[in-house]
């Protein structure tokens, strides 16, 4: 046995042939809760404190009927590392940068309509921000299409539970709070006002023209695209 044997899952995965239909309906009705459990053990040593990040992965089918036991796979983006796992019937396998692969062991029951299963997976270093996670987890299997989870489409925050001043700690003494909208505006809110063309404004403004006055900032403004201007080339206006 080498050291790249001890870094693969121990257990044997599902190979039952999955159907388009399979990964369809678990697209559709597969809800996935990602929740950070701790940073740190208070009872272990700091310094060896980043080997104890836990998170859950919530897996709940809220459809009508089972979720079968076969070679499908959900694809996750992560932005830490981890050793692959075996956790609660399913392998979890670090792929190649931040995507990774759930897949169900052979010994996995068909998730049944209301049931949840709880993934518990152990990562190498902390999380303090939701956009450590990434959106758009998919389910595939060999020759079918890939099925976006409609329950992580889009933003991290529709399924990345919210943090706390605990579960954003990354080790006991951290005092870093937890920022909120009125944190922010009492860090800036004694902030002297500056000419326009001191700020670095990116993209940079093909020519800038300062007015006189003053103007308050309220809901009356929004971001504008012209519509000549593509993508890759936007240009923001006051409506």
Same mark, same amino acid.
């Given at each position: 046995?080498?050291?790249?044997?001890?870094?693969?899952?121990?257990?044997?995965?599902?190979?039952?042939?999955?159907?388009?239909?399979?990964?369809?309906?678990?697209?559709?009705?597969?809800?996935?809760?990602f929740e950070v459990k701790? &940073? $740190?053990?208070?009872? #272990?040593?700091?310094?060896? @404190?980043?080997?104890?990040? *836990?998170? +859950? /992965?919530?897996?709940?089918?809220?459809?009508?009927?089972?979720?079968?036991?076969?070679?499908?796979?959900?694809?996750?983006?992560?932005?830490? &590392? $981890?050793?692959?796992? #075996?956790?609660?019937?399913? @392998?979890?396998?670090?792929? *190649?940068? +931040? /995507?990774?692969?759930?897949?169900?062991?052979?010994?996995?029951?068909?998730?049944?309509?209301?049931?949840?299963?709880?993934?518990?997976?152990?990562?190498n270093d902390w999380i303090?921000?939701?956009?450590?996670?990434?959106?758009?987890?998919?389910?595939?299997?060999?020759?079918?299409?890939?099925?976006?989870?409609?329950?992580t489409a889009g933003i991290?925050?529709?399924?990345?539970?919210?943090?706390?001043?605990?579960?954003?700690?990354?080790?006991?003494?951290?005092?870093?709070?937890?920022?909120?909208?009125?944190?922010?505006?009492?860090?800036?809110?004694?902030?002297?006002?500056?000419?326009?063309?001191?700020?670095?404004?990116?993209?940079?403004?093909?020519?800038?023209?300062?007015?006189?006055?003053?103007?308050?900032?309220?809901?009356?403004?929004?971001?504008?695209?012209?519509?000549?201007?593509?993508?890759?080339?936007?240009?923001?206006?006051?409506?």
């Amino acid at each position: 046995m080498n050291n790249n044997d001890l870094n693969k899952p121990a257990i044997t995965q599902a190979t039952e042939p999955t159907q388009q239909s399979t990964l369809d309906y678990i697209g559709k009705n597969l809800g996935i809760n990602f929740e950070v459990k701790q &940073n $740190f053990d208070k009872n #272990i040593d700091p310094e060896n @404190s980043k080997s104890n990040l *836990i998170v +859950d /992965i919530a897996l709940t089918n809220n459809g009508k009927f089972d979720i079968p036991t076969s070679d499908w796979s959900i694809y996750f983006g992560i932005s830490r &590392n $981890f050793k692959n796992q #075996i956790n609660n019937n399913f @392998s979890i396998v670090k792929g *190649i940068g +931040d /995507i990774n692969t759930i897949t169900p062991t052979k010994d996995l029951k068909p998730i049944k309509a209301g049931e949840t299963r709880i993934i518990t997976l152990k990562l190498n270093d902390w999380i303090v921000a939701a956009t450590d996670i990434m959106p758009n987890w998919y389910v595939t299997s060999k020759n079918l299409h890939p099925v976006i989870i409609e329950s992580t489409a889009g933003i991290v925050d529709k399924f990345v539970k919210p943090f706390n001043s605990a579960t954003r700690k990354r080790y006991p003494q951290d005092i870093i709070s937890l920022p909120t909208a009125e944190s922010r505006y009492d860090i800036f809110k004694n902030v002297h006002l500056q000419k326009l063309n001191d700020f670095a404004i990116t993209p940079t403004p093909k020519s800038v023209s300062p007015l006189s006055g003053t103007t308050t900032i309220d809901s009356s403004w929004a971001i504008a695209i012209h519509p000549r201007i593509s993508n890759k080339h936007k240009v923001y206006n006051k409506h």
